[in-house]
């Protein structure tokens, strides 16, 4: 694993150091999976590593993945050593410590095959972590995914902040429960086709598959993100680029064109600033790569002209509608050699069945790592919960 990613010795132990030992865990409260910080940083502090790893993946089979992606927003949000100095890294402290001590640890707490088989579509983390409890929970689990990976949307954030080791690490740990059958490049139309197979029940955790668009003219000139960051070299040329979206998408295309080179990365942002939707480190980021950051404003029309892209925009400010345009306000501004657009995606509608349960990013809209992991956790144990009660 690139070390980098993680914490040197030092600094872990600077971090366990500064922990409060909060007796009222609001850590583990502000977490979606429920993992307890202020266990798992006690047990550490005590040199009780394995034990420390074991309370985080009793929770999140992703737990290498989630240290080095989780936003804070949620444990380092509700930290109380925030409200003396700064937040315990808390994310960084789990992925330090299942990168050096969960080796081969297998999680021994699973029920007895009970023969039931459930179908998962999708293996994004939805999909990873339903497989991982149904398996606990004693089912034979079999995974249908479109793609040649495991890993979803996880596989567009780049390398340098999530290389794909870490997701194979964790599927290497979900896998050491129990083998999960995998069907590789099989894309799932209908769920209703596999209870007709004899799966007894499904989980959909297919994610938002639908890349919103702008509604611009000149719209067919624009790059939408997953193309871009899917193969980010095959754009290696580009020196002016323009990036459409105020999230954590925007900000990892804005830092993967400037990483490939561009000398002018302008991300066009339709709210302010402190309305955008990245972390504190994304912004820093952003800022001190000199990513210019054009909020309030709306692309209203992409422009090809001979090699190069214009771009046409109105400022906007906060009205009654959210952000509306300001009258007379267009600009034209000439010169890109690429645009891309990351304003999110869209989910296809449900299909509703009583033994088919939706999870993660198709449930819930565009969330977070962790929260698709709930999410797939819940769908399993309400799958599991409707398939007991069947039996009765
Ligand atoms: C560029 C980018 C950066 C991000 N950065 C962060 C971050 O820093 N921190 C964070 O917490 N979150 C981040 N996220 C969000 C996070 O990746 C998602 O919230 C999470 O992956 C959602 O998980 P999911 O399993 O619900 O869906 P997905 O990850 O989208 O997985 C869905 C899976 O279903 C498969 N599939 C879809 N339809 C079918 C079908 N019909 N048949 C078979 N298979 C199908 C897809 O191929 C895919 O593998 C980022 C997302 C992106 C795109
Ligand atoms: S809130 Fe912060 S300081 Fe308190 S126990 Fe949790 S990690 Fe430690």
């Known amino acids: 694993m690139n070390n980098k990613l993680y914490l040197n010795k030092p600094q872990f132990e600077a971090e366990l150091e500064r922990c409060l030992n909060c007796a009222s865990k609001p850590c583990m409260s502000a977490c979606p999976v429920n993992c307890s910080p202020q266990e798992f940083i006690q047990h550490a502090k005590k040199g009780e590593y394995k034990e420390a790893v074991a309370s985080i993946c009793k929770n999140n089979p992703m737990g290498h993945t989630c240290g080095l992606i989780c936003p804070d927003q949620f444990c380092m949000k509700a930290c109380l050593r925030g409200k003396i100095d700064f937040p315990i890294n808390i994310p960084l402290v789990q992925a330090t410590l299942i990168n050096k001590y969960r080796e081969d640890m297998v999680d021994g707490n699973k029920q007895p095959t009970n023969g039931k088989k459930i179908a998962i579509v999708g293996a994004g983390p ?109 754009f290696a040329g580009a ?37 955008m939707k990245v972390t504190k480190k994304e912004m820093e980021e952003l800022l001190n790569r000199q990513i210019d950051l054009m909020t309030t404003t709306r692309v209203c029309k992409v422009e090809k002209n001979a090699e190069k892209l214009d771009i046409y925009t109105c400022s906007t400010q906060p009205g009654e509608r959210g952000y509306e345009d300001l009258p007379d306000s267009v600009v034209k501004r000439r010169g890109f050699d690429l645009i891309i657009k990351a304003i999110g995606s869209r989910a296809e509608k ?39 009660g069947e039996q009765k």
């Open 126 to 234: 939805a999909g990873m972590a339903a497989a991982w409890k149904l398996i606990k929970l004693g089912y034979a689990v079999k995974l249908f995914e479109k793609s040649d990976k495991v890993g979803g949307a996880l596989n567009l954030i780049p390398d340098y902040r999530l290389p794909y080791e870490v997701i194979e690490d964790d599927w290497r740990y979900i896998n050491r429960i129990g083998k999960v059958l995998v069907e590789f490049n099989t894309q799932v139309d209908n769920p209703l086709d596999l209870l007709t197979k004899g799966f007894d029940g499904v989980i959909m955790a297919i994610g938002e598959q639908n890349i919103i668009g702008l509604g611009v003219d000149g719209e067919e000139n624009v790059v939408p993100y997953a193309d871009y960051l899917k193969n980010p070299d095959k």
């Open 239 to 275: 020196k002016r680029v323009g990036i459409i979206g105020g999230g954590n998408v925007a900000a990892d295309c804005a830092m993967t064109a400037k990483n490939l080179g561009a000398n002018m990365v302008t991300v066009f942002v339709r709210r302010k600033i402190f309305d």
């Open 350 to 388: 449900p299909i509703e069945h009583a033994n088919i349960i939706y999870a993660g990013d198709c449930k819930i809209g565009g969330s977070t790592i962790v929260e698709a992991v709930a999410s797939g956790v819940d769908a399993a144990k309400m799958l599991d919960a409707k398939i007991k």
